[in-house]
């Protein structure tokens, strides 16, 4: 089975740095994915990790160890804009299985 | 990028029809398209996978008959609610590969239709 843990809620205030963290216990293991939510709206793509290590994708990284089953989602200089759900999702066996995401509130 | 297109964006509907909402892929063929359902503050749940020209594999949970998903080409799929009640009221949301991803290949990525929100009176 797929059991995937992220926090529910966080804050953090515009131009700061936030990381969101994802621990994974899953089956049949390829990479994993983050998507941006806004509310109302279908996710939309971030980042997708295969191998252990941090991808720098502008103010946007993600980081995967595989051995421990965990992955966070960096975002730098946080905009308002950036208030949002993420979602981790984890890849395998053919389908993706979500978190149930964490809602970030980005405050001025 | 590739665009992947919903229709309706919303309905509305008594409780007892059925609905049809239709997923396209517009600018690339979909080997595999995905069905998800959210509830308000809740993630993805996967309803089904389909591959063009076979049967749907459904989640366990879901119901087959109540939830008909066809896909008949390589740019459409479509998922009937049938007999849709207050409880199916939900945000439907399909996703499309251009790979055939049900075979267990590495990676390709899922573009997102912007959704649909099915109200049941």
């Known amino acids: 089975g797929q059991n995937i843990d992220q926090p529910t809620e966080m804050t953090a205030t515009e131009g700061a740095i936030v990381q969101i963290n994802c621990t994974y216990q899953?089956?049949?293991?390829?990479?994993l994915f983050w998507y941006q939510q806004h509310a109302g709206e279908a996710p939309t793509f971030l980042s997708y990790?295969?191998?252990?290590g941090l991808e720098e994708k502008g103010r946007f990284s993600s980081f995967l160890s595989r051995s421990k089953g965990y992955s966070y989602l960096l975002l730098k200089e946080l905009q308002m804009k950036d208030s949002a759900s993420y979602l981790c999702?984890?890849?395998?066996?053919?389908?993706?299985?979500f978190g149930d995401g964490t809602t970030l509130t980005v405050k001025p | 990028g590739a665009v992947v297109s919903q229709h309706p964006s919303r309905v509305i509907c008594k409780s007892g029809t059925s609905v049809k909402i239709e997923c396209r892929s517009l600018?690339?063929?979909?080997?595999?398209m995905f069905w998800y359902r959210q509830f308000p503050k809740q993630s993805l749940m996967l309803m089904a996978t389909?591959?063009?020209?076979?049967?749907?594999?459904?989640e366990q949970g879901v119901e087959k008959d109540k939830f008909l998903i066809n896909h008949a080409s390589l740019t459409l799929s479509t998922l009937t609610v049938t007999s849709a009640h207050p409880e199916d009221s939900s945000f439907y949301i399909c996703?499309?590969?251009?790979?055939?991803?049900?075979?267990?290949?590495?990676?390709?990525?899922?573009?997102f239709g912007p959704g649909t929100r099915l109200t049941v009176l």
């Open positions: 996703s499309a590969s251009p790979a055939d991803l049900t075979s267990g290949g590495l990676y390709n990525e899922q573009f």
């Open positions: 600018d690339f063929q979909a080997t595999t």
């Open positions: 999702a984890v890849y395998g066996a053919g389908k993706s299985t």
């Open positions: 389909s591959n063009e020209g076979s049967k749907a594999t459904y």
């Open positions: 899953t089956s049949g293991f390829n990479g």
């Open positions: 990790n295969v191998l252990d």
